[in-house]
């Protein structure tokens, strides 16, 4: 019902929507201006970001018979109690997820976004030296969490950074941002399918990353994981390496769980920093044999600590247990608070020019466009001017009408935005 009394705030009426469509090219200039105008950039991307590189969006995802027939939807099924109330669907959906996400080439809008950034020197012009000594500074000075806590919920420890004038924030748990990105100027506010925690609420294994040759064992007409993989008695039983997150060759076709679209990932994660040592991922040993003789090795992950079961560390529904990788938290804090302080300290002349571009971001998980209009809210009050271009097909209008006058709103997808921003941004 709350996602419904969002929805009619925010959906266009036919008129608006009629100008919107009819005003698509100049909205896309505007927001090319916009980014070449900027000091500094922050790219926040939501499911609709993802769903071009044919991954499939929240509705979408469990759409499959097996899950039609138990009358379960993503909602229902991205709980933490089924790891306990039914390991195999839990495994299953997650380790689906996993596979796909793990196979899926990132689109093209990936790439221009990063040149976007290497474009203007984000990294290390004026401006973005200026945040990044600042930013060393203030961890120096006022370090706010027990450093051996910090590291323990980090699956990787960041040696770069600090971040400079550009930032991305997502709510997507694919970790492709990743591919392109570092990893000290990435935010996944809900986690991310790559890190991984140990089910013991008392254990101290904390957050460890997923090996870059895993892959799960699915049944693809039953969408559930087997204990153990190697099981080959069910002729429906995909093998991983073969079939499972396969891709889709029809155009109509929507996006599911273990049947998305777009290309194969080229290089995946290539950002993102080393497992810490010891990775607290047990790795997989044979734990039987079966009646030939053959190992088996097991389906669901375990904590290499204490032997328990392990969950991805992601923000489920109804999850008091997720453990939030504190470290990257701290660092969208910190370099939010230090862009909102230049702010304050630039002559109103001369004001900071902070451009948001999102991508994406709907109603259905709506964190990221909250982070959006706070950010827009917070950059104006310290006296800074702030654009923030949201792109969305359906939803490209303000949340809150007090952030109105500051969008650029582009009802698209978003890799055709993209492109088309680009193409009036490359002749600027
Ligand atoms: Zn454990």
Redesign the pocket.
């Known amino acids: 019902m709350w996602s419904d009394l969002m929805e009619s705030g925010n959906k266009p009426d036919a008129e608006e929507a009629g100008e919107l469509l009819a005003n698509f090219d100049r909205y896309c200039q505007k927001a090319a201006r916009a980014l070449a105008e900027a000091d500094v950039f922050l790219l926040v991307t939501g499911a609709g970001f993802s769903a071009d590189s044919g991954l499939a969006i929240y509705r979408d995802v469990a759409k499959v018979p097996a899950y039609q027939a138990r009358d379960l939807d993503y909602s229902d099924i991205c709980m933490p109690h089924w790891q306990f109330d039914d390991p195999e669907l839990f495994y299953g959906f997650w380790g689906q997820c996993f596979n796909d996400y793990r196979k899926t080439q990132p689109h093209e809008g990936y790439s221009i976004l990063h040149r976007w950034k290497q474009d203007k020197n984000f990294d290390n012009n004026n401006v973005a030296e200026t945040i990044s000594a600042r930013i060393e500074r203030k961890v120096e000075l006022q370090r706010p969490f027990d450093d051996e806590i910090v590291e323990r919920h980090a699956p990787y420890l960041v040696k770069s950074g600090p971040a400079g004038a550009f930032f991305s924030f997502t709510s997507n748990v694919d970790a492709h941002l990743h591919d392109l990105f570092e990893a000290h100027e990435i935010h996944e506010c809900h986690g991310n399918i790559e890190s991984w925690q140990?089910s013991?609420p008392y254990?101290d294994?904390g957050v460890f990353r997923a090996p870059l040759d895993h892959s799960f064992e699915i049944d693809m007409e039953t969408m559930l994981a087997p204990s153990v993989q190697g099981d080959t008695s069910s002729s429906s039983k995909n093998d991983t390496a073969t079939q499972a997150g396969k891709k889709s060759s029809n155009s109509n076709h929507v996006p599911h769980i273990g049947q998305v679209g777009g290309s194969n990932r080229t290089q995946p994660l290539q950002k993102m920093p080393p497992p810490k040592e010891p990775n607290?991922w047990r790795t997989s040993t044979s734990i039987a044999t079966d009646s030939e003789g053959n190992d088996v090795f097991p389906n669901w992950p375990q904590?290499a600590?204490?032997?328990?079961y392990a969950r991805p560390a992601i923000l489920m529904f109804g999850d008091a247990r997720w453990k939030r990788d504190i470290a990257q938290g701290e660092r969208w804090n910190l370099w939010k608070e230090t862009v909102l302080d230049l702010c304050e300290k630039r002559n109103s002349n001369n004001p900071l020019k902070v451009c948001i571009v999102e991508v994406g971001c709907g109603l259905n998980v709506p964190t990221c466009r909250f982070a959006s209009e706070r950010m827009v809210e917070d950059v104006a009050r310290k006296g800074g001017d702030v654009v923030l271009v949201r792109v969305n097909p359906d939803f490209p209008l303000a949340s809150d009408s007090d952030v109105n006058d500051c969008v650029i709103p582009i009802m698209a997808r978003g890799l055709d935005a993209i492109k088309r921003i680009d193409k009036h941004y490359r002749g600027m």
Request: charged share 20%.
């Open positions: 140990c013991d254990c294994a607290n904590c600590l204490c032997k328990a």
